[in-house]
């Protein structure tokens, strides 16, 4: 996803685990290595167990066998037999990774050393405001933004239908903002 860098320094005394999320958004940690069948045992017996980076959209989930064991530092999802050899659509995907992403979140760490405290982070949905919708009263500030808004949707129309093939016309965004 690029590089990135944090301004938080991030200790060292964390250890790998290998992550297995479970139909119910469980999420499960294995420190050392374990075998898929060993995660099977109990109440998954219709599942099986898959790499998450092995998933891709449009491409079919593959089960890793009973006997490979899971790899630390790897996300793995317990799937119903249903999902064995059919190709994934986007919104599965996207589902499992709100899943996961849930699960790890929820997931409560051991208490760091020295009295320093973890913060608990979460992944916020991204939501976009429809262009159509007014934001401001109607006249003052909220009129000119608004303007503003439809002229930016009519370059991106006009550059969309206009140019198929070409490369997009430039349009400096140089602006006075009003104190």
């Keep these: 996803m690029g590089t990135c860098a944090s301004c938080e320094a991030t200790l060292a005394t964390r250890s790998a685990t290998?992550?297995?999320?479970?139909?119910?958004?469980?999420?499960?940690?294995f420190a050392r290595p374990v075998r898929a069948s060993h995660v099977l045992e109990g109440d998954y017996h219709a599942c099986f167990v898959c790499d998450?980076?092995?998933?891709?959209?449009?491409?079919?989930?593959?089960?890793?066998?009973?006997?490979?064991?899971?790899?630390?530092?790897?996300i793995y999802f317990v799937l119903s037999k249903s999902m064995l050899?059919?190709?994934?659509?986007?919104?599965?995907?996207?589902?499992?990774?709100?899943?996961?992403?849930?699960?790890?979140?929820?997931?409560?760490?051991?208490?760091?050393?020295?009295?320093?405290?973890?913060?608990?982070?979460?992944v916020a949905p991204m939501v976009f405001p429809a262009?159509?919708?007014?934001?401001?009263?109607?006249?003052?500030?909220?009129a000119a933004?608004?303007?503003?808004?439809?002229?930016?949707e009519r370059r991106w129309r006009r550059g969309r239908s206009e140019e198929r093939g070409r490369g997009?016309?430039?349009?400096p965004d140089l602006s006075a903002i009003p104190e």
């Design 52 to 74: 998450a980076d092995e998933m891709e959209i449009g491409g079919f989930v593959s089960a890793i066998g009973a006997e490979e064991e899971l790899r630390l530092d790897q």
């Design 85 to 122: 050899r059919r190709p994934l659509r986007a919104e599965e995907i996207a589902a499992l990774a709100v899943r996961a992403s849930a699960a790890i979140a929820a997931a409560v760490p051991p208490p760091p050393p020295h009295g320093r405290r973890w913060r608990r982070r979460a």
């Design 131 to 142: 262009v159509e919708e007014e934001i401001g009263g109607g006249e003052g500030e909220g």
């Design 18 to 29: 290998a992550k297995l999320v479970l139909p119910d958004g469980e999420l499960r940690e």
């Design 168 to 171: 997009r016309k430039f349009f």
């Design 145 to 152: 933004m608004e303007e503003v808004v439809v002229e930016e």
